[in-house]
T-cell receptor, first 112, second 112 residues
Framework: GEDVEQSLFLSVREGDSSVINCTYT??????LYWYKQEPGAGLQLLTY?????DMKQDQRLTVLLNKKDKHLSLRIADTQTGDSAIYFC????????????FGKGTKLSVIP | SAVISQKPSRDICQRGTSLTIQCQVD?????MFWYRQQPGQSLTLIAT?????????ESGFVIDKFPISRPNLTFSTLTVSNMSPEDSSIYLC?????????FGQGTRLTVV
């Protein structure tokens, strides 16, 4: 099965960029996702990238995929206090699978 | 996108009792998924629920402990039976569209 690693904590100053990293082992993942979980809330899908893409940009969010190194990152530009949350990377296991495998989550703290 | 409503949003239960969590989707979906998120941990898939058939449980989860109902294409329930403090977690239901997985807001369960 998939093994997914994320650093547990990240602290940035308001207005700076945040980069959250994720490494994975299964190269057959078709879609790779980033979810945000605010305190006491469920998961909100932020963005996703298809495995044949290297980069995807969506407003303040940039996703980079390095398939050779099996590395996925999420960059948040101009980080705001409202971005404070836990961010999970998730992978669809195989092209036809419905199952997602999640990383342990990175807690982003934004310092005003 | 799909809108998923979960009830209750939180509960505090006595050990040895059972709690049934409801999940309502605003559109018809073939497969619904139940996840568990233990404190400080990532999400773990409990089972996949198809309408009209028995749920498929992941390793480490059994039907006697987590019975699931799926009476129609928009609704499912998960029961946490004979609860112990180790069952204290957030339980989330999820549906998957063509490319994206959507989650309910979760049920935060505390067993005392």
């Amino acid at each position: 099965g998939e093994d997914v690693e994320q650093s547990l904590f990240l602290s940035v100053r308001e207005g700076d960029s945040s980069v959250i990293n994720c490494t994975y082992t299964d190269s057959s993942s078709t879609y790779l996702y980033w979810y945000k979980q605010e305190p006491g809330a469920g998961l909100q899908l932020l963005t996703y990238i298809f495995s044949n893409m290297d980069m995807k940009q969506d407003q303040r969010l940039t996703v980079l995929l390095n398939k050779k190194d099996k590395h996925l990152s999420l960059r948040i530009a101009d980080t705001q206090t409202g971005d404070s949350a836990i961010y999970f990377c998730a992978f669809q296991e195989g092209a036809g699978s419905y199952q997602l495998t999640f990383g342990k989550g990175t807690k982003l703290s934004v310092i005003p | 996108s799909a809108v998923i409503s979960q009830k209750p949003s939180r509960d505090i239960c006595q050990r040895g009792t059972s709690l049934t969590i409801q999940c309502q989707v605003d559109s018809q979906v073939t497969m619904m998924f139940w996840y568990r998120q233990q404190p400080g941990q990532s999400l773990t898939l409990i089972a996949t629920a198809n309408q009209g058939s028995e749920a498929t449980y992941e390793s480490g989860f059994v039907i006697d402990k987590f019975p699931i109902s799926r009476p129609n294409l928009t609704f499912s329930t998960l029961t946490v039976s004979n609860m112990s403090p180790e069952d204290s977690s957030i339980y989330l239901c999820s549906v998957k569209g063509q490319r994206k997985a959507f989650f309910g807001q979760g049920t935060r369960l505390t067993v005392v």
